[in-house]
């Protein structure tokens, strides 16, 4: 656990950020899940120690330094998606590229599928894509077993 936290600080200070009590806690969450969550999951999940707003502001701060992203689902609801020791990259490197958002239908997790190199996309003359939003739905590994 100590470990961890010595990861997470590490991490923290790399992209400048002052390492709270709050910021170790919701990165140590993205280490330890390898789906999106919701602000409303966060929440619930820290047991109601922080208030929303610092919460939410905290995953701005995530979102803009990299260390996160966002992903609306098709309900609307925005999720936040990294991967940590849950999924391929610890180092954050494929958020500053595009990947595959997979949604089971089961379970209703979202999961970052960095490993699948996502075509380039060529808009026509005149128009300049900013972000390129792709999804998959179907039933996860976890789901599926």
Known sequence: MAEEFNEIIA??????????????????????VNHA?????????????FDR??????LEMFGNKGLIHKIVDNSGVTKYASHGHGGCDVNFKH?????????????GNIYC?????????DVPAGYEMQVLNL??????????S
């Not at 707003?53 to 905290?58: A, C, E, L, S």
């Not at 999804?135 to 599926?144: M, V």
């Open 53 to 58: 707003v610092t919460i939410y502001r905290t």
């Open 37 to 49: 969550l919701s602000h409303s999951d966060i929440f619930l999940k820290l047991k109601n120690k």
């Open 113 to 121: 599928l960095c490993s699948i190199e996502v075509p380039k996309v």
């Open 11 to 32: 991490v923290l200070k790399a992209q400048h950020i002052r390492p709270t009590k709050i910021r170790e806690e919701i990165l140590n969450l993205f280490f330890d």
């Open 135 to 144: 999804s998959a739905e179907g039933i996860c590994k976890i789901c599926s």
């Open 95 to 107: 958020h500053k590229t595009n990947h595959i958002h997979f949604k089971c239908k089961q379970c």
